[in-house]
């Protein structure tokens, strides 16, 4: 190195001995324009100037770590519709990697997701990501869907004021009697 004229700038890998250098470039070309002006970014290490390998490693096990925290704070209940449903769709999906979902069987998710409290835009989204983890070769209710889910609107609760089947059939014939009898009373007159 000390034979190399001044207006070179030795690159080496990170990890070698100072000795083997990777490659040997003009100062110009690290500094921006060959006129020798001012650097256009900065070259200092990405962690803070003097940072190591062991600096980049431990912030790197630190973004793990709380990456980690994130997952379990956001984990889906095993009762959570958004999650029922997942199970419901990855038991549905035929053909291994392929992921395939015929449309009786898509109609009849969906169908359940209503009844889940789901709105049809979410419960399509559901199944979209429930398709690409199987079709990425990831296990289809594993630790990609469950990061994903959480993304999803929650399902809206469900309404406890409907009425039952017969008090709706009820209904109907009370109508359908008085429109009846007002319409006869109409023509006899």
Do not use: Y
């Not at 997942?86 to 009849?108: D, F, N, T």
């Not at 419960?123 to 630790?143: H, T, Y």
Request: proline share 6%; aromatic share 2%.
């Amino acid at each position: 190195m000390a034979d190399e004229p001044r207006d070179r700038v030795t690159l080496r890998l990170a990890g070698t001995p100072r000795r083997e250098s990777a490659t040997s470039l003009r100062a110009g070309n690290a500094q921006g324009p060959r006129s020798g002006g001012a650097p256009k970014a900065s070259l200092r290490p990405a962690f803070g100037a003097g940072a190591g390998p062991h600096t980049a490693g431990d912030a790197a096990a630190r973004a793990i770590e709380v990456a980690r925290a994130n997952r379990e704070a956001s984990a889906l209940d095993a009762l959570d519709a958004r999650w029922v449903l997942a199970c419901r769709v990855s038991v549905q999906l035929e053909g291994g990697r392929a992921a395939i979902l015929s449309s009786e069987r898509r109609e009849r998710l969906l169908v359940e997701a209503q009844r889940l409290g789901l709105r049809r835009f979410d419960a399509n989204l559901i199944i979209a990501i429930v398709q690409d983890s199987a079709r990425c070769g990831e296990p289809p209710l594993g630790i990609t869907t469950a990061d994903r889910l959480p993304l999803v609107r929650e399902a809206r609760p469900a309404e406890d004021h409907t009425l039952s089947v017969p008090a709706r059939i009820l209904i109907a014939a009370a109508a359908g009697g008085a429109l009846a009898a007002s319409l006869v009373h109409w023509v006899l007159s």
